[in-house]
């Protein structure tokens, strides 16, 4: 969002693959099956040290499920995933595997799911949510005694979180996570683990793959985070990225007859909307506020499907002045930016922002790239929620995949969170370790948009038919929102 900052620059530090013992002795999980769920879906836990230097310290309980492979006479192995967020639940992801995974998969694999640490079932954080709400209404602040302000309600949610959460606070990043899925996969008595992650997820793999590199057959990052960015590199990029999806929401507007903003200047309505919001004149038919915030943290959410449709018929609404359903919200990384979020972020990337004229000059420069949108809410909130945070135990870095098998990433050339500069960035970094399918479409999370992207990565999980080189899937209009030009 993945979630130098100040002078730290991509390339400050690189991490190699290094040589960690297996978690010998592990405690088995205890399967029964899962309360409320579907048939063939397993629950368990396992217990595990909060603090991996401390084996003999505090513990938690790790929140586990799995589905079976369904054709157990050709079963492959764990496949192991996660839906991102920071902050997403990896036990209800697997608990929808049938309805997102092709049957390939679930014949030949166990799909595995967890919370990570800190998350759902697995011990979450735990914040007033009275400060949440303080700190998410001031994260753009207008002068420099709103910074201040920003900074000390950050201290004191901080503080709050760290005191009702516990030391499980202190170790949230990546890292912690990766070391909690391979001793997941001692206790599943695998040698090898696959893994499938989305968004935030696919940093767990990439740590997972600079630590365990031996112990990955497939792996799969599925809209990348790209952890060698910068405060300004990170918000620009994520800027660039929410200008793009809006740029390639006028343009599907333009080609589609059925949309109520069809054959309108698209822009310039848009345009007149966020001067009006700005200005605090802006409301919706029941006369509730709309914000320029809103607006921004709206036009970011609708690229996630994409949902155009209904976004058109929200702007088209507010334009007007008649009634529509509001846009429907999106997880996104870091949406909203606050526990566990921020505990995860603030783990992984020094964002840096040294007072309010260091603030006033990232701020510029997300608006030089996003002119119509004003940046991205949810670059923009993340990088601010860091603002009282200690340095990051797990700071950025370029990181090194090398996997016995080369590990494939995913990106839609239009995502809106994870820009597709970041994939093609990590791959650059690790051209020998990594094969990179692009997507020429929008959306966030790709896997299952067409047959390509489907077929492509079911034959790697199932069969390790690495591609030999990269591979382009083409666009296909998103379901819901085909243009009448086809």
């Known amino acids: 969002m993945k979630r130098a900052l100040g002078a730290l620059t991509a390339g400050v530090m690189v991490l190699s693959a290094v040589a960690v013992p297996a978690?010998?002795?592990?405690?088995?999980?205890?399967?029964?099956?899962?309360?409320?769920?579907?048939?063939?879906?397993?629950?368990?836990?396992?217990?595990?040290?909060?603090d991996r230097s401390k084996p003999g310290g505090p513990t938690f309980e790790l929140a586990v499920n799995r589905h079976k492979a369904t054709d157990p006479a050709h079963r492959v192995g764990v496949l192991f995933v996660n839906p991102g967020g920071p902050g997403g639940s990896g036990v209800q992801f697997a608990g929808e595997a049938e309805q997102y995974f092709s049957p390939q998969i679930l014949e030949r694999f166990d799909i595995i799911g967890f919370d990570p640490r800190g998350v759902a079932?697995?011990?979450?954080?735990?914040?007033?949510?009275?400060?949440?709400?303080?700190?998410?209404?001031?994260?753009?602040?207008?002068?420099?005694?709103?910074?201040?302000?920003?900074?000390?309600?950050?201290?004191?949610?901080?503080?709050?979180?760290?005191?009702?959460?516990?030391?499980?606070?202190?170790?949230?990043?990546?890292?912690?996570?990766?070391?909690?899925?391979?001793?997941?996969?001692?206790?599943?008595?695998?040698?090898?683990?696959?893994?499938?992650?989305?968004?935030?997820?696919?940093?767990?793999?990439?740590?997972?793959?600079?630590?365990?590199?031996?112990?990955?057959?497939?792996?799969?990052?599925?809209?990348?985070?790209?952890?060698?960015?910068?405060?300004?590199?990170?918000l620009t990029s994520e800027a660039r990225a929410v200008e793009d999806s809006f740029h390639e929401w006028v343009k599907w507007n333009q080609r589609t007859a059925s949309s109520p903003l069809h054959g309108q200047d698209v822009v310039k309505i848009w345009d007149g909307l966020m001067a009006k919001a700005e200005r605090g004149a802006l409301t919706d038919a029941d006369g509730n506020k709309v914000t320029a915030t809103k607006l921004k943290d709206e036009a970011g959410s609708m690229g996630y499907g994409p949902d155009w449709p209904r976004f058109s018929a929200w702007v088209a609404a507010l334009h007007t002045g008649?009634?529509?359903?509001?846009?429907?919200?999106?997880?996104?990384?870091?949406?909203?930016?606050?526990?566990?979020?921020?505990?995860?972020?603030?783990?992984?990337?020094?964002?840096?922002?040294?007072?309010?004229?260091?603030?006033?000059?990232?701020?510029?420069?997300?608006?030089?790239?996003?002119?119509?949108?004003?940046?991205?809410?949810?670059?923009?909130?993340?990088?601010?929620?860091?603002?009282?945070?200690?340095?990051?135990?797990?700071?950025?870095?370029?990181?090194?995949?090398?996997?016995?098998?080369?590990?494939?990433?995913?990106?839609?050339?239009?995502?809106?969170?994870?820009?597709?500069?970041?994939?093609?960035?990590?791959?650059?970094?690790?051209?020998?370790?990594?094969?990179?399918?692009?997507?020429g479409g929008w959306g966030h999370g790709v896997y299952p948009y067409t047959g390509c992207t489907r077929s492509t990565t079911d034959n790697y999980l199932t069969a390790l038919k690495v591609p030999a080189g990269n591979l382009h899937c083409a666009a296909q209009e998103p379901a819901g929102a085909d243009s009448d030009q086809g």
């Not at 405690?27 to 048939?39: D, F, L, R, S």
């Not at 989305?198 to 031996?214: H, V």
């Not at 009282?388 to 950025?396: D, L």
């Open 322 to 439: 008649k009634k529509a359903p509001a846009p429907s919200r999106a997880a996104a990384l870091g949406e909203p930016v606050a526990e566990p979020v921020a505990a995860s972020l603030c783990s992984d990337f020094n964002f840096t922002i040294r007072d309010f004229k260091h603030y006033q000059q990232l701020t510029a420069a997300e608006l030089r790239n996003a002119p119509h949108v004003r940046g991205s809410h949810l670059g923009h909130a993340a990088t601010t929620a860091c603002l009282a945070s200690p340095k990051a135990s797990n700071p950025q870095h370029i990181p090194t995949l090398r996997t016995p098998n080369k590990i494939l990433m995913l990106n839609s050339a239009h995502d809106p969170s994870t820009p597709y500069e970041w994939a093609a960035a990590i791959h650059g970094q690790n051209k020998a370790g990594t094969v990179l399918l692009s997507y």
């Open 23 to 50: 978690h010998a002795g592990t405690a088995k999980i205890v399967w029964k099956p899962c309360a409320g769920e579907q048939p063939g879906y397993e629950c368990g836990t396992l217990v595990l040290p909060i």
């Open 121 to 234: 079932g697995s011990k979450p954080v735990l914040c007033d949510q009275d400060l949440v709400e303080k700190q998410q209404a001031a994260i753009y602040p207008r002068t420099a005694t709103e910074f201040a302000q920003l900074v000390t309600v950050e201290k004191r949610l901080r503080a709050d979180c760290r005191a009702r959460t516990g030391s499980m606070y202190d170790h949230m990043s990546a890292v912690d996570v990766a070391d909690d899925m391979d001793a997941l996969r001692g206790a599943l008595g695998e040698a090898k683990l696959n893994y499938y992650g989305i968004s935030y997820g696919t940093l767990f793999g990439q740590m997972y793959a600079e630590r365990y590199a031996g112990r990955v057959r497939a792996m799969v990052i599925d809209s990348t985070v790209d952890h060698s960015l910068g405060t300004e590199a990170f």
